[in-house]
């Protein structure tokens, strides 16, 4: 079945102790995101990878960092996570290209204390 | 700032009638996307409209995309219960690898 699986699921941890979620995709897909939902703001895109060691900066990056290795992972790194990076996490992946169909997995529920 | 929003942020209406919702952007896109999302759970798209088609439709939906207004309308027709989620609208600006999406319209359909 094609999708984008995210782990964990849900997160609760204190501030500064460093996290990674991952997200993988079977769809040989190049182009990867992440995007935090806030109430009230939407999707918020928080960095992209058009393919292998290539990413970019999104809207808020700021407090975040990503590595793409492998066309099939992008996780996702808080290397010193702060209350205000809680918040509801999205991948997405796509074929590639121009912006298209984005397939987006379930969602990583982060809480920092 | 965000490159789409939508109108009206919550709607409410009863099964079987018609539900329309509006997104508005501010600069030139090659695409406008719609997608779903049920409470807490990741966005499923819906669909995607190119700046050069002015209408498209797949099954219950119909969306609109009037370039010269920056504005797209999704219509949902003879609603159900199990259409209530919340709807946003997604653009990319030209030249551009990013998706931008608005704030969204939470729809509920009372049975």
């Known amino acids: 079945e094609a999708q984008v699986t995210q782990n964990p699921r849900y997160l609760i941890t204190v501030t500064g102790k460093k996290l990674t979620v991952t997200c993988s995709q079977n769809m040989n897909h190049e182009y990867m995101s992440w995007y935090r939902q806030d109430p009230g703001l939407g999707l918020r895109q928080i960095y992209y990878s058009m393919n292998v060691e290539v990413t970019d900066k999104g809207d808020v990056p700021e407090g975040y960092k990503v590595s793409r290795k492998e066309k099939r992972n992008f996780p996702l790194i808080l290397e010193s996570p702060s209350p205000n990076q809680t918040s509801l996490y999205f991948c997405?992946?796509?074929?590639?290209?121009?912006?298209?169909?984005?397939?987006f997995g379930p969602g990583t529920r982060l809480t920092v204390l | 700032s965000q490159q789409g929003e939508e109108d009206p942020q919550a709607l409410s209406i009863q099964e079987g009638e018609n539900a329309t919702m509006n997104c508005s952007y501010k600069t030139s896109i090659n695409n406008l996307q719609w997608y779903r999302q049920n409470s807490g759970r990741g966005l499923v798209h819906l669909i995607l409209i190119r700046s050069n088609e002015r209408e498209k439709h797949s099954g219950r939906l119909r969306v609109t995309l009037d370039t010269s207004k920056k504005s797209s309308s999704l219509l949902i027709t003879a609603s159900r219960a199990a259409d209530t989620a919340s709807y946003f609208c997604a653009t990319d600006k030209k030249s551009s690898y990013k998706l931008i999406f608005g704030s969204g319209t939470r729809l509920l359909v009372r049975p």
């Open positions: 997405a992946s796509q074929v590639g290209g121009e912006i298209d169909t984005q397939y």
